[in-house]
């Protein structure tokens, strides 16, 4: 008898105030949540560099703790605000930085391709991503945060897309068919 692959992956959705993580076990086909949280650092420190290091602290701490084997990040999207834009690129970076550091894979979705695999819907809103994350991971509270979530969604995302080629589809009901796995059952 053949044992299902195991796999540890850790999903971060980062930020320069508060950088969400989450890491998800997947056996086979089925999902579990092994821990999550959000990093606040805002919260200890207002300058930019201080709190590039609580972040990368703080996720490498994370990493030691739950020895995941691959990363997924979500990729940076068009900030209006330039400094916006570069203190983002900034936490990425170290956030990135704590996982090559461990030699963990490196994964990268957009937010588009994270909300698409998670709801079927490139377009969803940050509720429905939730919804759909606390049901595909049977979390019975709801997180704080959706920096909580979306990183758990961008850890699903690639659990999803590491198997599993996912074809396009015109339609739901061609969607549905092609994918019976994705269906959460209430």
């Given at each position: 008898?053949?044992?299902?692959?195991?796999?540890?992956?850790?999903?971060?959705?980062?930020?320069?105030?508060?950088?969400?993580?989450?890491?998800?076990?997947?056996?086979?086909?089925?999902?579990?949540?092994?821990?999550?949280?959000?990093?606040?650092?805002?919260?200890?420190?207002?300058?930019?560099?201080?709190?590039?290091?609580?972040?990368?602290?703080?996720?490498?701490?994370?990493?030691?703790?739950?020895?995941?084997?691959?990363?997924?990040?979500?990729?940076?999207?068009?900030?209006?605000?330039?400094?916006?834009?570069?203190?983002?690129?900034?936490?990425?970076?170290?956030?990135?930085?704590?996982?090559?550091?461990?030699?963990?894979?490196?994964?990268e979705y957009s937010p588009?391709?994270?909300?698409?695999?998670?709801?079927?819907?490139?377009?969803?809103?940050?509720?429905?991503?939730?919804?759909?994350?606390?049901?595909?991971?049977?979390?019975?509270?709801?997180?704080?945060?959706?920096?909580?979530?979306?990183?758990?969604?961008?850890?699903?995302?690639?659990?999803?897309?590491?198997?599993?080629?996912?074809?396009?589809?015109?339609?739901?009901?061609?969607?549905?068919?092609?994918?019976?796995?994705?269906?959460?059952?209430?």
């Amino acid at each position: 008898m053949k044992t299902a692959q195991k796999v540890r992956i850790l999903g971060v959705d980062p930020g320069s105030i508060f950088c969400g993580y989450g890491v998800i076990e997947k056996t086979g086909q089925k999902l579990s949540v092994v821990e999550y949280g959000v990093i606040r650092a805002k919260k200890k420190h207002d300058d930019l560099n201080y709190r590039l290091k609580e972040i990368f602290n703080r996720l490498t701490e994370v990493i030691i703790r739950t020895e995941p084997d691959e990363s997924a990040f979500e990729t940076m999207f068009f900030a209006k605000n330039v400094q916006s834009l570069i203190k983002l690129s900034h936490a990425r970076a170290v956030a990135v930085l704590s996982a090559v550091l461990k030699d963990i894979p490196i994964h990268e979705y957009s937010p588009r391709e994270v909300k698409k695999s998670v709801t079927g819907r490139g377009s969803a809103g940050k509720e429905q991503v939730q919804f759909m994350i606390q049901n595909l991971l049977q979390i019975q509270e709801t997180p704080e945060l959706f920096d909580v979530s979306d990183a758990l969604a961008v850890a699903v995302c690639h659990s999803l897309k590491r198997d599993l080629p996912i074809t396009s589809s015109n339609n739901w009901k061609e969607f549905l068919k092609n994918h019976p796995e994705r269906i959460v059952k209430l």
